[in-house]
């Protein structure tokens, strides 16, 4: 709680990354506020009111996992509609002309997209989401940069060429959470 909310309104895709944690971590304990509080909470050093606020908030995203039917995969809505809100600001400025550095950045990732549909077919046999629908771009390079944390976190080895493309993958989502905040802002014009 205390890390998204810091996250949540300086960088977008860094709070996205964070909240799938979050996600998972909750699946970790069954959805179970109990044993999230136990286990995991309980080693957090904060003051009582913290603490509660900390319990309510993990007890909430355990109720929508609970509601949406994500105790097992997926991801929760507010956590879509952040990937939402990104890939309605990129369609924006791309068709804007103002960002050119930031079109150069986003077509320089593109093969990467079309690299990680094609892994994703052939893993899947498909690039159709669980909900039935097309996975976004946005959720193929957030899932991309998941996995890359998740094998940093496990210290296997990631060849260079897979570094590069998370570098340049960062480097895009970067400069997008940065428009984000500007956009939010009211500092961002695109005509």
């Known amino acids: 709680?205390?890390?998204?909310?810091?996250?949540?309104?300086?960088s977008r895709a860094e709070y996205l990354l964070y909240m799938w944690q979050v996600e998972g971590i909750i699946r970790l304990y069954g959805c179970d506020i109990d044993r999230l509080e136990k286990d995991y909470l309980s080693q957090f050093k904060v003051d009582e009111k913290t603490a509660a606020?900390?319990?309510?908030?993990?007890?909430?995203?355990?109720e929508m996992m609970r509601s949406e039917g994500k105790m097992e995969s997926g991801h929760l809505q507010i956590n879509n509609n952040v990937i939402i809100g990104l890939e309605?600001?990129?369609?924006?400025?791309?068709?804007?002309?103002k960002f050119p550095y930031y079109r150069q950045m986003y077509y320089r990732v593109l093969?990467?997209?079309?690299?990680?549909r094609a892994k994703s077919a052939q893993l899947?046999?498909?690039t159709i989401n669980a909900t039935g629908t097309k996975?976004?771009?946005?959720?193929?390079?957030?899932?991309?940069?998941y996995g890359i944390m998740l094998?940093?976190?496990q210290k296997k080895e990631i060849s260079p060429e897979t570094k590069q493309a998370a570098d340049n993958v960062s480097a895009l989502l970067g400069q997008l959470s940065d428009?984000?905040?500007?956009d939010k802002a009211g500092d961002l014009q695109f005509d």
Request: glycine residues 2%; charged residues 25%; aromatic residues 14%.
């Open 124 to 126: 899947e046999g498909k």
């Open 88 to 97: 309605d600001l990129n369609a924006q400025l791309l068709e804007s002309e």
């Open 179 to 182: 428009y984000w905040n500007k």
């Open 1 to 10: 709680m205390l890390i998204a909310n810091q996250l949540k309104n300086k």
């Open 151 to 153: 094998l940093r976190l």
């Open 53 to 62: 606020e900390m319990r309510q908030w993990y007890a909430d995203l355990c």
């Open 111 to 116: 093969p990467y997209v079309v690299e990680l």
């Open 135 to 145: 996975t976004s771009e946005f959720t193929q390079l957030f899932d991309f940069l």
